[in-house]
């Protein structure tokens, strides 16, 4: 870090001189334009480039063992051009898991394809998908997973428990795209101001965003369960219970969202409250047990995921700060 002299002209004008390695590194002379731009926390960016397009970011790779996994790595980190190439032939399997890649990630298309390389490119405009946009639609779907498999494991219905495995895979692409242009606006502020997200609000958005895909993997944990329960059958006051649990911890849930999203600390600190209210609420459920034995193992299981859930809402709570005027 440097430190310069602000210094004032006899007219009243305000001016600091600018590093010279800097200057000279970014191609400045006399003359040429530099924007500067104002940042909501005050702070003055200066941009010596404002006019020119931005050059995608491409990197090449080559197989590994690891390879979708890296594909996902390298989307993550924002690059818009991913060439996997090797010296001889690309493998069926290799073709395959780019291929399952690119299906994981919104926007990530193959654009060119032959027998030793494959170019995937990113076809998004990272200024048309706001975070909070993004954020709201993983939840909704992540909310009807949670409320869907409850609803599957207690009527046994097998093809309701399918769909809300088959949904979570969207929830996912979801969470990789608010991930990519988090990661976006952190390296490029002025792309912040556009979107109307500070830096320094990335980071609650981004661990809010993985708890309400987490919530998503809960759902898929209960869906999961009712694919086991087959023709067992669940007593009526074990599943009325079950229903009052999956009420309370679904409107927790729903609070906790909205006080992040609203920055509404006493709807947080109302989720916050409840945990003594679900604590019982599981004690009960277990002390209903009087079930077969082959049943008992599933519904405590399910009660166990419904309740980590509520400890997702209260993580989901912590993250609600008051909003500064």
């Given at each position: 870090?440097?430190?310069?002299?602000?210094?004032?002209?006899?007219?009243?004008?305000?001016?600091?001189?600018?590093?010279?390695?800097?200057?000279?590194?970014?191609?400045?002379?006399?003359?040429?334009?530099?924007?500067?731009?104002?940042?909501?926390?005050g702070r003055l960016c200066l941009d010596p480039q404002y006019d020119a397009e931005r050059k995608p970011l491409s990197v090449t790779i080559r197989p590994t063992p690891y390879l979708d996994r890296e594909?996902?790595?390298?989307?993550?980190?924002?690059?818009?051009?991913?060439?996997?190439?090797?010296?001889?032939?690309?493998?069926?399997?290799?073709?395959?898991?780019?291929?399952?890649?690119?299906?994981?990630?919104?926007?990530?298309?193959?654009?060119?394809?032959?027998?030793?390389?494959?170019?995937?490119?990113?076809?998004?405009?990272?200024?048309?998908?706001?975070?909070?946009?993004?954020?709201?639609?993983?939840?909704?779907?992540?909310?009807?997973?949670?409320?869907?498999?409850?609803?599957?494991?207690?009527?046994?219905?097998?093809?309701?428990?399918?769909?809300?495995?088959?949904?979570?895979?969207?929830?996912?692409?979801?969470?990789?795209?608010?991930?990519?242009?988090?990661?976006?606006i952190i390296q490029n502020p002025n792309l912040g101001e556009k979107l109307e997200i500070r830096s320094i609000d990335c980071l609650d958005c981004r661990m809010c965003a993985s708890l309400v895909e987490t919530i998503g993997d809960r759902a898929v944990e209960i869906a999961c369960k009712a694919l086991l329960?087959?023709?067992?059958?669940?007593?009526?006051?074990?599943?009325?219970?079950?229903?009052?649990?999956?009420?309370?911890?679904?409107?927790?849930?729903?609070?906790?969202?909205?006080?992040?999203?609203?920055?509404?600390?006493?709807?947080?600190?109302?989720?916050?409250?409840?945990?003594?209210?679900?604590?019982?609420?599981?004690?009960?459920?277990?002390?209903?047990?009087?079930?077969?034995?082959?049943?008992?193992?599933?519904?405590?299981?399910?009660?166990?995921?419904?309740?980590?859930?509520?400890?997702?809402?209260?993580?989901?709570?912590?993250?609600?700060?008051?909003?500064?005027?």
């Open positions: 870090m440097e430190l310069r002299k602000v210094q004032r002209t006899n007219s009243g004008t305000f001016f600091v001189s600018l590093p010279k390695d800097w200057a000279e590194r970014v191609g400045l002379d006399k003359g040429m334009v530099l924007a500067v731009l104002e940042t909501s926390d594909i996902v790595g390298k989307y993550l980190l924002g690059y818009d051009v991913i060439r996997v190439e090797v010296k001889n032939r690309i493998s069926p399997h290799e073709r395959a898991l780019i291929k399952h890649a690119s299906r994981r990630l919104v926007g990530l298309e193959i654009v060119e394809e032959d027998y030793a390389r494959i170019v995937l490119q990113c076809l998004l405009e990272p200024a048309a998908f706001p975070p909070e946009k993004i954020l709201r639609r993983e939840y909704n779907i992540a909310a009807g997973m949670h409320r869907d498999a409850v609803s599957a494991f207690l009527e046994g219905d097998v093809h309701l428990a399918k769909n809300v495995i088959a949904r979570d895979d969207e929830v996912n692409r979801l969470y990789f795209l608010l991930v990519r242009i988090l990661r976006t329960l087959k023709a067992l059958k669940i007593s009526k006051e074990v599943s009325k219970l079950m229903n009052k649990f999956h009420s309370m911890v679904f409107k927790a849930q729903e609070k906790a969202l909205k006080a992040f999203f609203g920055h509404t600390v006493v709807l947080a600190e109302e989720v916050r409250n409840e945990r003594a209210k679900m604590e019982s609420m599981l004690h009960d459920i277990e002390a209903a047990m009087k079930q077969s034995e082959e049943v008992v193992p599933l519904i405590l299981a399910v009660a166990s995921s419904m309740y980590r859930i509520f400890g997702h809402c209260v993580d989901i709570a912590d993250l609600v700060m008051p909003k500064e005027l």
